[in-house]
């Protein structure tokens, strides 16, 4: 007998339908699973044989076959354990095929018959084709952010096979009483001086701008970056599922009761491979850190430190805000668009870069700054010096500006991008920012010399133009860009790796 039962796998970030044919017939003892299943697919034989015996259900002495359609998806994971265990159940008779029409079935049986929670229940109930789905009950919440999904969850698989005959009604799992939504994001005023570094993180804030930031240790590179969430909107509804639908995938639990509302912040070793950071792997495709990011902040601390082929990884997805994995096995892509922030040392000691301050030879010197191409700093919009604060500021008892104020700056400058129909300034393209932000005669002629000059490529030329218009939208400016806001930009967008001494336009 033949039995078909609705289910969905995981691909990158992304659920994808998936329908589970059982069939059972006379002949020598055997399961196979045929369509392209994994190591942890196949398994499912064992897994699924202990759950019914377990269940006081029989195992059928016959032939099985298990056909995974699509057969040209890759399937991953045990997620197909309980639709296999069902097709079983139907296909030899303990439960009536019309009980399971419209209803998907997702979950991982363990030996005594309970049903586990699988990660990435969000995209996988997201991508079932019918409209209700059954699923353990520790995926209840995630599945039910899914409209106008209904959710049934059972705790055993003897349990699913009462409630699918009728004798027992589904139980009704109920969701956790939401926690009222807190976040422990440090606050701006913790930071003594650096009044350019703070300006700095709030034009990256405003207007969604990579941030490169360069100064000797304790300088306070990291605990400005650390605050730059804190700087940020929440997320709007569908930012929200999307970065939930992410974490899930890669296995993260959801906050109680909802969705993630802040923007992510993510800071990985330095040691990270490629894979880690962008995504991908041999057996199962999975989304890497700056996926993980996706909305939020990407921290990359002691950049210097990093392979040069793992940050040559990341032009592209910083470019196109999208990470696309090709693997012979498929491909998968994943959500990529975040505010990068990079912090370095000028050296390997950690020497300020006064005379005397270095203790590094020349070629070591510049063998650590080497390990930064020249294309990957072009995509920072944002370059400036941290140097130590003045020992009077840092002695000094008062605070500096709270982030709720500096927040709210951004707040208004994100609303002005949104009027032009973008998130953020950064997501202008050529044609938008000319209409967005007309340059004044002068602006143009200071443009123009920088260019002649070989301070700006093409890239960076749109990127100038568009830090001086978030500057604008902070200040409240109107009009054409005068060249105070594009020196002003200039001024944030400085070579970091020019020789000691040497002057900074």
């Known amino acids: 007998m033949l039995a078909t039962v609705h289910a969905a796998t995981l691909l990158g970030v992304r659920g994808h339908p998936v329908r589970v044919e059982v069939h059972v017939d006379n002949g020598l003892p055997a399961f196979n699973v045929v369509g392209l299943p994994d190591a942890s697919c196949k398994e499912a034989r064992d897994r699924v044989r202990a759950a019914l015996v377990s269940s006081g259900l029989a ?246 430190e990093f392979a040069p082929k793992v940050l040559d990884a990341l032009r592209q997805p910083l470019e196109d805000g999208t990470v696309q994995i090709s693997r012979v096995a498929g491909s998968a892509d994943y959500p990529a668009r975040v505010l990068l922030v990079a912090a370095m040392n000028p050296c390997p000691c950690g020497g300020s870069g006064a005379p005397g301050g270095c203790r590094c030879p020349e070629h070591v010197r510049l063998k650590y700054l080497r390990r930064v191409s020249g294309p990957l700093l072009d995509r920072f919009d944002l370059r400036i010096d941290v140097d130590r604060p003045e020992p009077v500021e840092l002695l000094d008892g008062s605070d500096g500006e709270p982030s709720s104020t500096v927040a709210a700056r951004v707040a208004e400058a994100r609303e002005r991008a949104r009027s032009r129909g973008v998130a953020a300034n950064v997501e202008l393209d050529a044609p938008a920012l000319a209409t967005a932000a007309p340059l004044s005669q002068e602006a143009t002629r200071l443009l123009e010399a920088t260019l002649h000059a070989g301070r700006l490529s093409a890239r960076g030329l749109h990127r100038v133009r568009t830090v001086a218009l978030t500057i604008a939208d902070l200040t409240g400016r109107e009009g054409p860009i005068g060249p105070d806001l594009i020196d002003t930009a200039l001024g944030l967008r400085i070579d970091p790796f020019r020789p000691a001494g040497q002057g900074i336009h």
Not at 89 to 112: M, R
Not at 143 to 165: E, M
Not at 212 to 235: E, H, T, V, Y
Request: charged content about 20%; overall charge negative; hydrophobic content about 45%.
């Open 59 to 304: 195992w059928p002495s016959r032939r099985i076959t298990v056909n995974l359609a699509p057969t040209g998806v890759p399937k991953a994971g045990a997620v197909l354990d309980l639709p296999m265990a069902v097709g079983l159940l139907v296909a030899c008779g303990e439960v009536e095929p019309d009980s399971i029409e419209g209803i998907a079935f997702l979950g991982e049986l363990g030996l005594d018959g309970s049903l586990r929670p699988i990660p990435g229940a969000l995209p996988l109930v997201d991508a079932v084709e019918v409209g209700v789905v059954v699923v353990a009950p520790g995926n209840v919440v995630e599945a039910r952010l899914v409209t106008p999904t209904v959710v049934h969850t059972v705790a055993d698989l003897r349990s699913l096979v009462l409630a699918l005959r009728g004798d027992e009604p589904w139980s009704e799992a109920g969701l956790p009483t939401p926690e009222a939504y807190t976040f422990d994001e440090p606050d701006l005023a913790d930071v003594r001086g650096q009044r350019m570094a703070r300006f700095a993180i709030e034009v990256a804030a405003a207007g969604a701008h990579h941030l490169f930031l360069i100064g000797p240790p304790g300088a306070g590179k990291s605990m400005l970056a650390r605050r730059l969430p804190g700087l940020l909107p929440d997320l709007t509804g569908e930012q929200a599922l999307e970065v939930s639908r992410i974490r899930s995938a890669a296995g993260e639990a959801l906050p109680t009761g909802g969705l993630f509302r802040r923007p992510p912040w993510r800071s990985p070793h330095h040691g990270a491979s490629a894979a880690a950071l962008v995504g991908g792997g041999s057996a199962a495709m999975r989304p890497g850190e700056i996926s993980l990011a996706h909305g939020g902040v990407l921290f990359l601390d002691e950049l210097g």
